[in-house]
């Protein structure tokens, strides 16, 4: 079995400021790790991912991630926020078979104000 | 364009009174995911199709069905919603098949409420 915690429910933060929302997981196999963006009332949309290779993943929009295996993490960051980039953020895990499923975090909500 | 498209996206039923959502796609994708998302919770995977080869979860209800016609469509039928069945409603696809094709599509999700 499979699972994620993203322990911070809320990240209220500043125009221009740095943030950083926590994802962990836990996995007894191997694992694709994923963000997911979700604006109010919309789907999800992949934000980035991390499948093998490098483990710092970037997305267009300023966003990175980092892949550590040893704390089972997968945090992810930006240096500097907009009022855009309010939204839900989802990390998800993926194991590494045929058709698995993604099992989700309870997600952070980011509140991006002036 | 939108490549996962549900309809509707907002469906008010009555309580007890079957309801039927609908999900296409123009990936040609082999899976489909119907998830369910509640207030301010994780989305939670009700089942998928990997082809035509359905795979429920084991905490699914009886109350959810489904259906995939063809590779573009796939349905989720609720027999008789209750209002713990109010939520957000989302499907997804991905290609299958294994490494580097395990990126998940979303819809724009259909919001049901029960009445």
């Known amino acids: 079995a499979q699972s994620v915690t993203q322990l911070d429910s809320q990240v209220p933060v500043f125009e221009e400021a740095p943030v950083e929302l926590r994802c962990n997981y836990s996995?007894?196999?191997?694992?694709?790790l994923f963000w997911y963006v979700q604006y109010p009332n919309q789907g999800l949309q992949l934000l980035l991912k991390y499948l093998s290779g490098s483990t710092l993943v970037e997305s267009i929009n300023g966003f990175e991630a980092e892949f550590n295996k040893s704390q089972t993490s997968f945090h992810l960051r930006k240096p500097s926020v907009h009022i855009s980039d309010t939204a839900e953020y989802f990390c998800a895990v993926q194991n590494t078979g045929t058709a698995s499923k993604l099992t989700f975090g309870t997600g952070t909500r980011l509140q991006v104000t002036l | 364009d939108a490549m996962v498209i549900q309809n509707p996206r907002y469906q008010v039923t009555q309580f007890g009174k079957p309801v039927t959502l609908s999900c296409s796609q123009t990936l040609n994708h082999n899976v489909m995911y119907w998830y369910q998302q509640k207030s301010s919770q994780a989305p939670k995977l009700l089942f998928h199709?990997?082809?035509?080869?359905?795979?429920n979860e084991a905490d699914t209800p009886d109350n959810f069905q489904s259906r995939r016609p063809n590779t573009s469509f796939c349905f989720l039928d609720i027999r008789s919603p209750g209002l713990g069945d109010a939520a957000m409603y989302l499907c997804?696809?991905?290609?299958?098949?294994?490494?580097?094709?395990?990126?998940?599509?979303f819809g724009q999700g259909t919001r049901l409420t029960v009445v």
């Open positions: 997804a696809t991905s290609r299958g098949g294994g490494f580097m094709n395990t990126e998940a599509f």
């Open positions: 199709y990997y082809d035509k080869d359905f795979n």
């Open positions: 996995s007894s196999v191997s694992v694709y």
